[in-house]
């Protein structure tokens, strides 16, 4: 898996420091960057934080090139809903040689991966063999797995993005979307500590869990908490 | 494919005039629903489409059950963010005995189709050893084809509904994603023809077609139409 | 503040549940909604919310027909953008003798109260000496206060509402909008107990109160609740 | 009124380019964003356009600071729903000496100036005699009018822009939401000439107006140019 921070809004907490400050305060738009002080980012990011008011940080978006993921995980992904997606796809691009996503499990299982390999060279001949009796493309596809690799550029802002780790990063969720909503939240990181150092899972930004009788076991369930 | 329109918005056309005769009108709450007779109803609905005053009809929404279609064409229908799914899950459901969509392209050429009913065996054979070497579920799935057979229910509104016809009645659309569309149409004409009847591709309903050097040619592009 | 429910998705436990079904069981779309026994209803919906899995809920929608609130009340209302709006037009519609709401603050202290009604009536004849002066409407209304009186029809799926109440049954919320949640919240009540009766603000539903130093103090803030 | 550019995605062309080109060509993320030259960029985007393919645009977004402005135009700026907005609060930001918005019907009316100025003076001294009169700052507000100005942070991504223009560009718009959306335009083209020189009003782009009845006349509506 191959996770890329494309691009982002520049300077996303002086950006949200600045939307915040705003709501608040009796001041011109023309001031709203350039009178503020690192110290006072800090201070109005971390005053919202703390109060729950999450709509300034809609104002910054971020941008990924996602590639070496599954479309399994890829059709789990465009389910959420407030975010931008351009992905290659099947229709127009031959698969001629196409790669696929390995689960850890089967890696781990010497007989699981000799079988799964096995299947996945058979398909390749399978989708080459209906290419040449001139299936079109987008109809060759139907054999391919949901192993098969897929590239796809996303774009989500903050907010959402807080919202995706919060559902993303639970250890219920499937393994390769935690492993991309890690490796994003990695990236994001280096780029905004203030913004994204307390993003996590559910149970540990809002302190229980909220997966009741399929909870992991790590944090008390809501019911149990209160 | 089967598509089954489960439920809607009771009455849509008088709710959709009502909403629409409050932005314009003096009148009360109470007497929203009650004084219309359908004349009023048709005209009112009437008089929102020729002026491309699309917000009321969002109030309206239907729900559809769709079974017999692919995870090819659910990736691709997931997209329409407006719109909300609860689809059968590859995680949970175990796929003992898969079924799969066969592409009219496969089906019309019996080579193509010996090869592709071959592989779907192979891959559910495939499938069968994996979960008997206790590879789990969720992973097991990474071999499943994209013609693998899903179910889902859509609800979207009827604004939403509109621009899912326009951009997949459209003889450019992948053809399983325009069968839905098709189908769709066709149980919502029964419920309400006043608020279905004129949509179609966009082509039709706008009077020419966007898609520039991808047109099918049936109406002139934007470009040349000015 | 008149708060009718318009119209809603029929039978809205049980589409909820034909949802919740299908995700997790291998069950046709046909079955769906005939073999549910109300018991099985509800023992599905009580799991989604005791699960956190909120999806399902969006299928259902429900329409409000608003009248008697303010215009500083519907500017706030209309940012929730998971809902459908369609409000009474100032640009068309005369006011010739428009209606007000008057704060409870106001009402409740007669200098205010004469003050403010004497403002009331000052407003009207300014507006209707503009409309005299060949203003048009949209550019009278210029003149009119925040606490005018609108007409709004809204749409929101239940998700969206459950949202809305934790934010609006908060007591930090302005008093009007939370007046309007919870002649919301009852109307829904009636209609589905078990869908609405445990929405309430966020500190009822969370258990903590994640407004920080603006919190009212009935429940621990996020920090102290960890 | 004034309308600052505040914020960005940088080289937004390019990354509007590699979105695009992720789509239909087997390339890697890495090579993205730097294999391309001006002129590919500048082609990529420009069939974009062409094919009415408009969701790589939604990767690039803007953030506005915008003054000057009455909440009778920010009360419609709100419902545009794909957007993000943090706007200065009445509740909590006195009113002490309060702008306000002069329509230019009224402003070139001298009578009607003349009435209108009056009664903001008036409103005024209303509002601060409620306050003296300790009614709480969020009550004493509904008093102020719609006239009033307000300070807004919005962000909106590209392809939400090109609605907004179509929409609000429109000659039949209020004239305050028109000259923000023109404000907005001029500035946007000094950054993106590429993305936003073809921006406009509905008949513009589209070649007729979707106004029918209510049609200025500038173009065919759309029953009369098919």
């Known amino acids: 898996m191959k996770v890329i921070l494309l691009s982002h809004t520049p300077e996303p907490d002086k950006l949200v420091a600045a ?25 109005l990011v971390e005053d919202l934080m703390a109060m729950g008011h999450e ?42 040689a196409f790669e ?19 299947q996945m060279a058979a ?23 949901n192993a098969c690799e897929t590239k796809i550029v996303m ?21 390769e979307i935690r492993a991309l909503a890690e490796a994003m939240r990695l990236e994001l990181i280096k780029v905004s500590p203030l913004l994204f150092n307390k993003t996590g899972p559910k149970c540990e930004t809002e302190g229980y869990c909220s997966q009741g009788k399929m909870s992991c076991g790590r944090k008390p369930t809501r019911e149990n908490s209160r």
């Open 19 to 43: 939307a915040a400050r705003l709501c608040y305060a009796p001041i011109g738009a023309d001031q709203l960057l350039e009178t503020m002080t690192k110290k006072q980012v800090n201070k």
């Open 55 to 96: 709509s300034p940080i809609e104002h910054v978006s971020f941008t990924f090139a996602i590639e070496g993921v599954s479309r399994a995980m890829s059709h789990q992904l465009v389910r959420h809903r407030l975010a931008s997606y351009s992905q290659q796809s099947q229709r127009y691009v031959k698969e001629n």
């Open 100 to 118: 696929y996503i390995i689960p850890p499990s089967v890696q781990a299982n010497p007989k699981a991966k000799e079988v799964f390999l096995r």
């Open 123 to 145: 398909i390749q001949e399978c989708y080459n063999q209906l290419i040449t009796l001139e299936i079109p493309r987008e109809d060759a596809r139907y054999v391919l797995p």
């Open 155 to 175: 774009t989500m802002n903050a907010r959402s993005l807080y919202n995706f780790f919060q559902q993303r990063l639970c250890l219920r969720a499937q393994w």
